[in-house]
């Protein structure tokens, strides 16, 4: 089985400040995974994804997130945050390559973190 | 022009009426999904579908029947609904394949049984 913990459901920065949202995961296998976002009244969209290749993965809107084996941790951060960052995102896992395609698309996601940022 | 879209938006009904969730995308993708996420945010999937076919069941109750009349349509049936049913539904698609985990979302449907 595989799991996705989001510490903090709320984050609130300052524009211009650092962004950190973390996520930890728990996976029987190498996994994939992935931040995706929401805006309000908005479906999830894909910020970013790590697919075994490299470990730091630069996503859209100056994005990026560091895969840590060791840490089973896949953080996400932007140097500074902008007002229109402000919104939900989601750490999601999912199992590569399992045969029969029951595993295609399925992702497993966190509980979400809301960002807000104060001008 | 929207890439995933589902309607209605928003539904309000009684326990025990039947309701019906339309999606369409226009991606040409041949996966499409639906998930579930509850009041407490948690995303879940409940089915998948490659070219009409079923491929992902997530122990959803048999109340729940998913129908996919082409690969670009995707339609959600619930029956008898229950005040657990109250939840927002989003469906997604996406490409086919064993890297698939770029999904593309629908804004969602709120459905709220009272």
């Known amino acids: 089985a595989q799991s996705v913990t989001q510490l903090g459901s709320h984050v609130s920065v300052s524009e211009g400040a650092l962004v950190l949202l973390r996520c930890n995961y728990s996976?029987?296998?190498?996994?994939?995974l992935f931040w995706y976002v929401q805006y309000p009244n908005q479906g999830l969209q894909l910020l970013l994804k790590?697919?075994?290749?490299?470990?730091l993965v630069k996503g859209i809107n100056d994005f990026e997130a560091e895969f840590k084996k060791s840490e089973t941790s896949f953080h996400l951060t932007k140097p500074s945050a902008h007002m229109s960052d402000a919104a939900e995102y989601f750490c999601a896992v999912s199992r590569p390559g399992i045969a029969g395609g029951t595993s295609y698309g399925k992702l497993t996601f966190g509980q979400g973190t809301i960002l807000t940022v104060h001008p | 022009d929207t890439a995933v879209s589902q309607t209605p938006k928003y539904l309000v009904t009684q326990m025990g009426n039947d309701k019906s969730i339309k999606c369409e995308q226009n991606?040409?993708?041949?996966?499409m999904y639906w998930y579930k996420q509850d009041s407490k945010k948690f995303l879940k999937i409940m089915f998948s579908y490659n070219n009409k076919e079923l491929i992902i069941n997530e122990t959803v109750p048999n109340r729940f029947s998913p129908k996919s009349p082409d690969k670009a349509h995707l339609n959600l049936h619930i029956n008898s609904l229950e005040l657990g049913d109250s939840a927002v539904y989003f469906c997604?698609?996406?490409?086919?394949?064993?890297?698939?985990?770029?999904?593309?979302f629908g804004e969602g449907s709120r459905l709220t049984v009272l």
């Open positions: 996976s029987s296998v190498p996994p994939y």
């Open positions: 991606l040409g993708h041949d996966t």
């Open positions: 997604a698609s996406s490409v086919w394949g064993p890297n698939t985990g770029e999904l593309f």
């Open positions: 790590y697919t075994s290749a490299a470990t």
